[in-house]
């Protein structure tokens, strides 16, 4: 029973959270009540069984990145997991001492990297690393030829997401991690909404460090993933809370049985089910995508056409807002660029990264498909979208001005 | 955002969209004033052009587009509301808060009034100006 006459609409986010996907709740049901105990309790059932739960779930996660079960640290989640990588590879490999006055390193990321990348980097900028953001092209790919630039002796890190959150493109991480490699660089990558939708292959893609979310991939939140790699080369990490050793020390503390049971699950069942979800999910975004550029004009798909996630598009309408669009679109839940939907009142950062221009920016949407979504939410979605689009555009200054001849960069608007 | 029932009203049924001519017919008319505040780039922007009788010195008409949030969009609908049939300076009065207060405009929102406000009282300067009334001068611009 849902909460009163609440109406449920149409659900288009999910490169924000995914619903968990029933296997998963019915795998996790049994570690709440039966088998509760303790993984670190070694002499009685109670932690065994526990324990088991824990080794199958750190296999599952294992095969689902080409990994081995000993390179798989459980955390709180992504946010977790960046910070432990970016965070404990700069502290063990810094090249001079804090407080020295010289540089402790050289870390490359990206100006639109998530938060959790973003601001462990600034942190360790204000602790005396320097670190190179580097700035997209306007199709908001990184390629290896970017990062090699960018690369200089004292590099001990390069971070970037293998797909970005925001428009879905997708960068060329194996080469990257090989040019990493060649270099003695540290790699690591913000795989979030890659890992459990697209292949991994950590030793063919070239990965020391790769952090991934479970509430991403039909999985409970609060519950994460980071990848260290153990040989060539062994990556060690400084941990960042001190306690009773559990997963190597990197990340100690009781374990979430619970969470990790249902990650687990949820990393098997993405396995499986993977390329058919993707293709299904690739037709769905494509029909979406076409039936909303072809209604109306000026709108523009943000990010590179082709290399991008199937089931993310971020479409930028010119002269509406984005706030408006959403209250417009009441029956579809989504995402917005807007600066109205944002608590900084700022419009999206990798938007503005990519050269979007404010206005556009201010008028985007995110729409992101998933495992459960069905053709008719799509074609229901489209045609929202679109009436939406036309009654905010009855109502846009802009767009009479626009189609009067003027141009609108040339208007002296006024500032607040 | 979640919004009181005025503001979804206000935006679902928006008062008195439109406008009185194209930006060049406007500009010839001597009887419109038009307010354009705002910016693209901001998020926002308002126009609201008022019709004005020229003998009685009263606001006939008013009429808004506006690109922006829910609450920019309530907040010049309202303000075409309450002008039509106000004298200049009544309209001049037409505070920012009283469209907070009526709408309940979130405090985050507070600015979409300051707008609103602005729009009136740049769209009353606009016909002053056209028809040569000094401005007042407790009605600074902004």
New interface residues.
Partial sequence: MTAGNAHRSIYLDNAATTPCDPRVVEAMLPYFTEKFGNPGSRNHRYGWEAEEGVDTARGQVAALLGADEKEIIFTSGATESNNIAIKGAAYMYEKAPAGSGKSRGHIISSIIEHKAVLDPCKRLQKEGFDVTFLEPPKDGIFTAEMVKAALRPDTILVSLMWANNEIGTINEIPRIGALCHEHDVIFHTDATQWAGKMPVDVERDNIDLLSMSGHKIYGPKGIGALYVRRRKPRVRLQALVDGGGQERGFRPGTLNVTGIVGLGKAAEIAKAEMDRDGTRLLALRRKLEDSVTSRLDHCAINGHREKRLPHITNISFGFVEGESLMMACKDIAVSSGSACTSASLEPSYVLKGLGVGDDLAHSSLRLSLGRFTREADVDYAAEQIVQAVKKLRELSPLYDMHNEGIDLSKVEWGHH | ?A?GPKIIDH?EH?RN?G?FG???DIKARKDVGVG????????????LQIKVNPGTGVIEDAKF??????S??ASSSLATEWLKGKSLDEGLAIKNTQIVEELSLPP?KI?CS??AE?AIRAAIADYKTKNGIPADTTAAA?
């Fill in positions: 955002m919004y935006y928006p969209v406008t194209t930006q060049a354009l505040v705002g910016a693209p780039e901001c998020g926002d922007v308002m126009q587009k506006c690109f922006g949030c829910g920019a969009i985050v600015h300051v707008l602005d902004h």
